[in-house]
């Protein structure tokens, strides 16, 4: 679907919920694209993912209450409140930080204080980045490790357990005041209810290529200060592997992915 083919989709019945729900209409400050059309890996059997950001009422901010997201299955839609989106941004949460550095064209809808918080977008870039962006990548690149066929060495095994520990330390203090420190060793053992239907559907190529994904969004922001969702550059090399083209015949990542 291009841009203009999309457009008319969320302009069609199937969304009216953004139209009509009370906490979305006028309140909305930002419509764009999500998943492989917003990262510009998107193939023709794609599906269309809608994020966006909504104001809340007086009456929420006033009593201190908030709905967080508005979520809408059968068209994929998730819309987050203005209160939540600001207090994930500031942890640097990657679903919603790739939210402002989508393409001009990628916004479906923008009203002025959309565009001013596009504007200020540098505010919410900062180290963080490093625990949230790369505890999540660390735990899924070691799950397709211990997937496939090949075994790394002990030592090499225990680097990436460490740094996921490293990274849960801080990710999980602000959540809990205690937890089990060697769930996060157990679950190094676990391929996980994504991960296994990736493999069951033979996708496990798309789940290796947003993964790599994941962290060229984290360099830029640590190198260049900007949040680059669609990654033009890199779009061959991301679709190769999305494709197939680093799996060998038992369909596992070849030495070359990793």
């Not at 209409?25 to 994020?51: F, P, Q, V, W």
Request: aromatic share 8%; hydrophobic share 35%; with cysteine.
């Amino acid at each position: 679907m291009n841009i203009e083919q999309i457009k008319a989709a969320v302009a069609d019945t199937p969304y009216d919920f953004l139209r009509e729900d009370p906490r979305l209409g006028k309140n909305i400050i930002l419509l764009t694209l999500g998943g492989s059309h917003a990262y510009g890996m998107e193939k023709e059997d794609s599906d269309l993912d809608i994020r966006g950001i909504t104001l809340n009422s007086k009456q929420e901010i006033l009593l201190g209450k908030d709905f967080q997201t508005i979520t809408d299955l059968p068209t994929d839609t998730a819309t987050y409140s203005f209160n939540k989106i600001i207090e994930l941004l500031t942890k640097a949460n990657p679903n919603t930080v790739e939210q402002l550095g989508c393409r001009p064209e990628q916004y479906l809808y923008l009203s002025e204080i959309g565009k001013e918080l596009l504007a200020n977008r540098k505010m919410f870039l900062s180290k963080l980045c490093i625990h949230s962006f790369g505890n999540y990548g660390q735990a899924q690149l070691r799950r397709l490790e211990n997937k496939s066929a090949r075994l790394t060495s002990q030592a090499e095994y225990e680097r990436h357990i460490l740094n996921s520990i490293e990274n849960a330390f801080f990710t999980f203090r602000e959540h809990y005041l205690t937890y089990p420190e060697e769930s996060i060793v157990s679950s190094y053992n676990k391929i996980g209810k994504r991960n296994k239907t990736a493999m069951t559907h033979n996708k496990l190529g798309k789940h290796m290529a947003h993964t790599l994904r994941l962290y060229m969004m984290c360099i830029d922001i640590l190198e260049k200060e900007e949040i680059i969702t669609c990654r033009t550059e890199e779009h061959d090399l991301l679709m190769k592997i999305r494709n197939g083209e680093f799996l060998n015949e038992n369909r596992q990542p070849i030495p070359e992915f990793y």
